[in-house]
C-alpha cells in the first residue's frame, strides 16, 4: 500500500517543524565556505529554515528537495539531497519513483547520470555505515 505522507501533509494547518533529525555532516568544502563567507553563510541557513515552514513533514520536504536537484541538474545538490533524504528515513524505493517521474522530463540520458550520481551518493553510505 502506498503512503500518503505527503498528501497527508497538505491537509494539516501549517506548522513550523523545527525538530529536524540529525543530518550527515557536511563536506569539508561546504565547511570552509561557510568559514570564508559568513554573511552568505548566515543568509543561506536563514532560507534553510523558511524553507522548514509549512505543512509538508520532512520525509516529503527531501523529497521535493532531491527533485528539484534533479529537475536543476545539479550534481551537487543530487548528491546532498540524497544523504539527506537517506538520514530522514527516504527508501530506496522512494529515491527512484522520483528517478522514474524525472525521466520524462529530462531525457534519457540525464536519467542515466541523475542515477549514476545518486548510486555514488547511494554507496558512499553504504561505505560509512
Not at 33 to 53: D, I, N, Q
Request: aromatic share 6%.
Amino acid at each position: 500500500m502506498r503512503t500518503e505522507a505527503c498528501v497527508q501533509a497538505f491537509k494539516t494547518s501549517p506548522s513550523t517543524h523545527s525538530t529536524m533529525p540529525k543530518l550527515p555532516k557536511p563536506p569539508k568544502t561546504y565547511s570552509d565556505f561557510m568559514r570564508r563567507f559568513p554573511k552568505v553563510g548566515k543568509a543561506w541557513e536563514l532560507t534553510g529554515e523558511a524553507g522548514r515552514e509549512g505543512p509538508l513533514d520532512e520525509k516529503c520536504a527531501r523529497l521535493v528537495k532531491l527533485a528539484l536537484s534533479i529537475g536543476t541538474l545539479r550534481e551537487g545538490a543530487v548528491h546532498s539531497a540524497v544523504r539527506k533524504a537517506l538520514a530522514v528515513g527516504v527508501t530506496r524505493a522512494e529515491i527512484d519513483q522520483v528517478i522514474a517521474l524525472a525521466a520524462g522530463s529530462l531525457g534519457f540520458p540525464a536519467t542515466v547520470a541523475i542515477y549514476s550520481w545518486i548510486e555514488e551518493s547511494v554507496t558512499e553510505k553504504k561505505r560509512t555505515r
